[in-house]
């Protein structure tokens, strides 16, 4: 009889310790997610070293004393994210969801995405690259100051044409910089020249290789990806004829990124007009630590395909209609 009731004594005693530790979990719980207090201020208040708050925490969690529940109103945008990440091996994608939107609607709200992602990527200091683009220049307009010392922006490819166009990649580093309240670089030189000789003679300018070779260096870059067409920035600037344009096409090129062009798989398509270009090749925009790339519309679903395949950016930032074309692409179009 004895025996039971020590028994029985000793049961009771370690119940009760286990209901003290259960109720110091839960007010350690309560102070950091209900009252917002931090570790450091909690380990102060109860005399518990810092790390045994975060332990725990996370017992809090294993235990199933702390739930969390996340509303989600864009599961299904982010099972396209996932999707395509893994698909193509990049870092992230963004998609973005207007249902019922226009294409106006739907760009100017994936510019707003990729305005707030480099918003939140840019750091003190930091240099970035800016692409020319009418998709980019949206960009530009969308995005806030950002609060952050010493940030420059810095245009990667010349300008195309004379008609001072508001897309240029100049005009675009500089609307950037009037947002964020930073400084910016200009590129003094056209994207296309006449001759090789002609672009020897601007990059042996130190004004012009200076710039370049600063763009060469940023942090971030943002960057559209074009089709290969009649429609293409690079024809309708009037620098590069059908017939040259005809000629790449012939060459496998399907996509276009700065002065470089790519094929189906991702690969560099050499051409002769590269000898006249000025900016950065694709090969240096891969070298750039972080590419984020802003591209949306059936018409390009092949372009950023090639681009997502030769690993040309870390991140895109796109439509929902757009990610489902560029799965279904990658689906009946698999590389050979």
């Keep these: 009889m004895n025996k039971c009731s020590e028994g029985e004594g000793a049961l009771g005693v370690v119940n009760e310790a286990s209901q003290e530790k259960k109720r110091l979990l ?24 810092r790390p045994q708050i975060s332990r725990m925490l996370a017992a809090a969690k294993s235990e199933g004393i702390v739930q969390i529940s996340i509303r989600n109103p864009y599961s299904e945008e982010q099972t396209y994210e996932r999707a395509i990440a893994e698909t193509f091996g990049i870092h992230d994608v963004i998609v973005v969801h207007v249902p019922g939107g226009d294409r106006q609607a739907i760009d100017l709200h994936v510019a707003r995405a990729a305005a707030a992602l480099l918003e939140s990527a840019i750091k003190d200091r930091d240099v970035v690259g800016i692409m020319a683009g009418r998709t980019i220049a949206s960009v ?25 166009g508001a897309w240029h990649a100049n005009t675009n580093a500089r609307v950037f910089a009037e947002q964020c309240r930073a400084r910016h670089l200009l590129l003094n030189s056209p994207a296309v020249v006449a001759s090789p000789q002609a672009r020897e003679l601007f990059l042996n300018e130190s004004e012009i290789s200076n710039v370049l070779e600063s763009a060469k260096k940023v942090s971030h870059a943002l960057i ?13 600037s009037g620098y590069f004829s059908d017939e040259e344009m005809n000629g790449v096409r012939a060459k496998g090129a399907v996509s276009n990124i700065s002065t470089s062009f790519l094929n189906e798989t991702g690969e560099r398509v050499h051409y002769n007009g590269e000898s006249r270009m000025i900016g950065l090749s694709i090969d240096e925009i891969r070298a750039i630590p972080n590419v984020i790339a802003v591209a949306t519309g059936d018409d390009k679903v092949e372009a950023i395909v090639a681009a997502l395949r030769g690993k040309c950016m870390d991140v895109l930032v796109t439509d929902m209609d757009t990610a489902k074309g560029l799965l279904d692409w990658q689906k009946k179009h698999p590389v050979r």
């Design 140 to 164: 530009a307009r969308e995005i806030q100051f950002v609060g952050r010392k010493e940030v420059q922006f810095v245009p990667m490819i010349g300008g195309f044409g004379s008609d001072g």
């Design 26 to 49: 839960v007010k350690v719980s309560t102070m950091y997610y209900m009252d917002g207090l931090n570790q450091q201020e909690i380990s102060e208040r109860l005399g518990i070293s």
């Design 224 to 236: 559209g990806i074009g089709q290969v067409s009649d429609q293409a920035t690079i024809v309708k």
